[in-house]
Nanobody, 123 residues
């Protein structure tokens, strides 16, 4: 079993930055891909970013490319999402995700989810 706990969300103004953290515990050795999804009110959960532990590559949604950066600290079993130049349309609950179809950016096949951390960006 894998357990994910997010932190770092909050209320910021447009143009500000936030860093989300996701601490992973459990059978972390089986997890090849980690990532972030988000869900705005009334919308489906959508892919934000993912990182492949084996390939050492990262993937981003077009809407966040150049503004968001995913990284991981293996020693701390933590995955980060650095979010810069935030926009009101980035407002959503952000979920940490692990395994399954994370690297493909498909929420429906993700194996493990955190409970989410809210991010609100005011204009």
């Amino acid at each position: 079993q894998v357990h994910l706990v997010e932190s770092g969300g909050g209320l910021v103004q447009a143009g500000d930055s936030l860093r989300l953290s996701c601490t992973v515990s459990g059978l972390t050795s089986i997890i090849l891909g980690m990532g972030w999804f988000r869900q705005a009110p009334g919308k489906e959960r959508e892919f934000v970013a993912a990182d492949s532990r084996i390939r050492g590559t990262s993937y981003y949604a077009d809407s966040v490319k150049g503004r968001f950066t995913i990284s991981r600290d293996n020693a701390k079993n933590t995955v980060y999402l650095q979010m810069n130049s935030l926009k009101p349309e980035d407002t959503a609950v952000y979920y940490c995700a692990a395994g399954g179809t994370v690297l493909a950016g498909l929420a429906s096949g993700v194996n493990y989810w955190g409970k989410g951390t809210p991010v609100t960006v005011s204009s």
